[in-house]
């Protein structure tokens, strides 16, 4: 029990609605916790994953459990913006009179399950970002604002590359992570084969309001963070950029670009939702150092020689951490020099 | 509003700053007992100079030196913050207490933050204090023995004497004797005084150090061999190393170009006939077919050996040799030793020939010896050592010996096809011997007709032939070609 009553009420929503979600989702326990720290830090969350691996059953599942509204788009590269933001149509009232009327595309939406994402043309793609960023779109020079909170979970697949649009950096800066789902082990795979091949039915109940998800929003940012840590922070966004005095060799040698503020922004958020999940009331190391690679895998761009290389950018990321971080403590852990 | 730190917290983070001092003071107190001992050794190294005080300095300065860093390493300042993230990464309290001593003073706090204070504070409380601060031994800890245990051998050791710090003389013997005769010098006196003889040293040494000493043109003195060549003009004449160094260059070179120089045993040495002739020759001693069984047996016995060791044939004929000097039969000892050196003759000219070219007529004349023609007639041209067809070595009673044999001059010789006869070649000759129709050539007849085109026209280059003769030799050659 700790001091705060709402921390407590964040913690127990945050364990319920994971528990919601599990209840249909076998393993993946650390997909749902990004998920849901996404989803509490006001971000949005690009899952990348093969397909049958329960990406966008996930998202549903996590939607149901959600007193919000949802709405799915397949993207595909016939898909336009106007599908998804909406358009004016032409509408004729009782007395016979015919005005535009604005319909409203599945954007207007709290939950979006943008599906199979990089399928879309880079314009239907770039539609998103205005909505994503400023949470709200331009239709017909009518800003219109959309439903709060608002929360884009996006899939793609990384091995059917034929036909997609890799999406452009500035859209991918607008997700708060990146996560990679990967293939279950085989006793989450016989729970699977279990829960989904036999005759049960399986009721996802809703633990949590829009207004309450809004709350532990601004609770997040309530949460402290120490100087150092926030060091930290910046030290490791700061290494990711070739350019910088202090970088490691590996960025100077594979990275063409680091991470944009928003990736610290992304660390320093997901941290704090991260520790009141585990009911601290601040941000530690560890939870900057376990977020670095979901926040900013997206957002490092490798150069020509990483690409050909083939270098992991989750490896890369865990280098850079670990050189920030002996940045960050030299001359202060050796105490007696 | 400033909330008052929990004490749990500032106790904590005190402890920890305390620890710290402690380890720090341990750090600098061995580095300042390092360059303590290290200047510890100046004084006991200079002890004949200090005398009582290098003692109780060689004590004193590592002393000072640990005393002073330990102090250093106390008064330094420990900040709390840096003290509560030890505490943090010590007892795993996840930053609460460095996050909580920052915001909890912050006026930007947030109600959180009580929270977490209270928070910490809780947790601190049920820590199990202890020591988190690790200890860390500076370099010259691990070198800190070298300069103690040199100290103390030198507080042990009796003092080390200094040199005296005095410049060489330069001085002549001429100077220091006036030196001496003015009873100036003290510190000349032991070297003005004449060296004891020494046995071991080297005399010329001493005739050079005498020898340079004349050239100064002091005056002799007594005992100074030098005056042994004062008349002499060795008196003055210094060694000229230099000339010497030359010649010896010179001699240096020809010992480095020794390939150059004439090998004057490997003309005889390579050749077993040569040897064996020559041997022969010795043994007559200039008389005509005489030589003493004694020696005739040697030479029979070593040609006996070069035919085991290299066979050519003449084998039974020493044999028949050997037999014959036994029975007493002398000439018959000394044909059979003739029969033999023919054979190493042949069988030299044969290893010697460039090509080793065959041909028929060495054939025909093998042959008609088998047939028991025996050895001799115009086919058995040799300009080699013995006999042959020069002035006075052949069986010709010509003065000039025979004309050689040209082309066309027999039937034999016509249409030889690119066989030349054996023995020396000095040079390409065109003596076409054999006959072309009886045997083969082991060569190809269009190389050695090329070759033969080749050494004609360098003759007809070389040579002065009347420039009408030029088409008709081409014309012999090509149809030689066509052939």
């Known amino acids: ?87 004016n149509i032409i509408v004729e009232d009782a007395d016979g009179r015919k005005h535009f009327q604005f319909q409203p ?6 939950i979006l399950l943008a599906d199979e994402i990089n399928r879309a043309t880079p314009k239907t793609q770039s539609a998103l970002l205005e909505g994503m960023q400023e949470g709200g779109v331009t239709v017909g020079g009518v800003s219109r604002p959309l439903p709060a909170p608002f929360f884009v979970l996006a899939t793609q697949n990384p091995i059917e590359m034929e036909g997609t649009y890799p999406l452009p950096e500035a859209q991918l800066d607008r997700f708060l992570f990146k996560l990679r789902v990967r293939y279950p ?25 829009g207004p309450a998800v809004l709350g532990f929003r601004e609770l997040v940012r309530e949460v402290p963070i120490a100087t150092h840590v926030r060091d930290l922070a910046s030290a490791i966004v700061m290494a990711t950029h070739p350019q910088w005095a202090q970088a490691p060799d590996v960025t100077r040698r594979f990275v063409r670009y680091g991470a944009s503020p928003r990736g610290a922004q992304a660390l320093v958020l997901g941290a704090k939702v991260k520790a009141l999940s585990e009911g601290r009331y601040n941000v530690s190391v560890d939870d900057i150092r376990q977020l670095a690679a979901p926040a900013l895998r997206h957002r490092v761009i490798l150069n020509f020689e990483g690409e050909a290389e083939g270098i992991d950018v989750d490896t890369l990321v865990d280098q850079i951490v670990e050189r920030a971080a002996a940045i960050t403590t030299q001359g202060k852990e050796q105490f007696v020099r | 509003m400033r909330v008052p730190h929990p004490d749990a917290l500032d106790r904590l983070v005190r402890e920890i700053t305390t620890q710290v001092r402690w380890r720090r003071a341990e750090h600098y107190g061995l580095r300042g007992a390092f360059w303590g001992a290290v200047a510890a050794v100046a004084p006991l190294l200079f002890r ?24 250093m390493g106390l008064l330094k300042r420990v900040s709390p913050a840096d003290a509560a993230r030890i505490a943090d990464r010590a007892f795993g309290l996840d930053e609460r207490l460095s996050t909580a001593l920052e915001w909890a003073d912050r006026g930007d706090r947030t109600p959180l933050v009580d929270s977490l204070v209270a928070d910490a504070t809780a947790r601190v409380e049920g820590v199990q204090r202890r020591q988190v601060v690790r200890r860390i031994f500076p370099r010259e800890a691990r070198m800190l023995p070298v300069p103690v245990v040199l100290a103390v051998v030198l507080a042990l050791a009796p003092p080390v004497p200094l040199p005296r710090a005095s410049l060489p003389d330069f001085s002549s013997s001429a100077q220091r004797e006036e030196a001496r005769e003015r009873g100036d010098g003290a510190m000349l006196e032991d070297r003005a005084r004449p060296l004891t003889k020494d046995k071991q040293q080297r005399p010329v040494f001493e005739e050079r150090d005498w020898a340079q000493k004349g050239a100064t043109g002091a005056a002799a003195t007594a005992g100074d061999l030098s005056a042994v060549f004062k008349d002499t003009s060795l008196a003055n004449q210094r060694p000229d190393f230099n000339s010497f160094l030359k010649k010896g260059d010179e001699r240096l070179k020809m010992l480095e170009q020794t390939d150059r120089l004439p090998d004057l045993q490997s003309d005889f040495t390579s050749s077993q006939y040569k040897m064996v002739f020559r041997k022969s020759k010795e043994l007559k001693s200039g008389l005509r077919d005489t030589i003493s069984p004694q020696k005739l047996k040697e030479l029979l016995e070593e040609m006996d050996r070069l035919g085991r060791k290299n066979p050519g044939g003449w084998g039974q004929d020493v044999a028949e040799g050997m037999e014959a000097l036994e029975g007493g039969q002398t000439d018959r000892a000394m044909d059979a030793m003739r029969k033999a050196l023919d054979k190493m003759r042949a069988q030299d000219e044969a290893q010697r020939g460039g090509k080793n070219l065959r041909g028929g007529r060495e054939a025909d004349r093998r042959s008609g010896r088998e047939g028991g023609r025996g050895e001799g007639g115009p086919e058995d041209q040799d300009f080699g050592e013995g006999e042959g067809m020069m002035p006075g070595k052949g069986k010709s009673g ?33 003596n076409m011997t054999g006959r072309a129709g009886k045997m083969s050539s082991r060569l190809s007849y269009m190389g050695i007709i090329g070759q033969y085109k080749k050494a004609m026209e360098d003759a007809i280059s070389r040579e002065q032939i009347p420039r009408d003769f030029h088409g008709q030799i081409r014309d012999y050659f090509q149809a030689l070609d066509e052939k």
């Open chain 1, 1 to 87: 029990m700790t001091q705060d009553p709402r921390v407590d009420q964040f913690i127990s929503s945050f364990q319920a609605l994971r528990a919601e979600v599990e209840k249909v989702i076998v393993g993946h326990r650390d997909i749902i916790d990004h998920v849901l720290i996404g989803m509490f830090a006001g971000g949005h969350v690009l899952l990348e994953g093969v397909p049958g691996l329960g990406k966008t059953l996930l998202i549903k599942t996590l939607a149901e459990g959600l007193e919000l509204s949802f709405a799915r788009v397949q993207f595909t590269p016939d898909l336009m913006p106007a599908d998804i933001i909406g358009t």
């Open chain 2, 398 to 430: 010509s003065p000039k010996g025979e004309a050689s044999q040209r082309l066309r001059a027999n039937p034999y010789d016509v249409g030889v096809e690119g066989e030349s006869r054996r023995g020396r070649k000095d040079g390409f000759d065109t």
């Open chain 2, 48 to 71: 004949s100079v200090l005398g009582p005080w290098a003692l109780p300095l060689g004590v004193i300065l590592p002393a000072t030196g640990a005393v002073a860093g330990a102090l």
């Open chain 1, 105 to 110: 595309g599945p954007i207007f939406a709290h």
């Open chain 1, 185 to 209: 082990a085989i006793e989450e795979l016989n729970a699977i084969i279990d829960r989904t091949t036999q005759l049960r039915a399986v009721q996802v109940d809703r633990v949590m309001t």
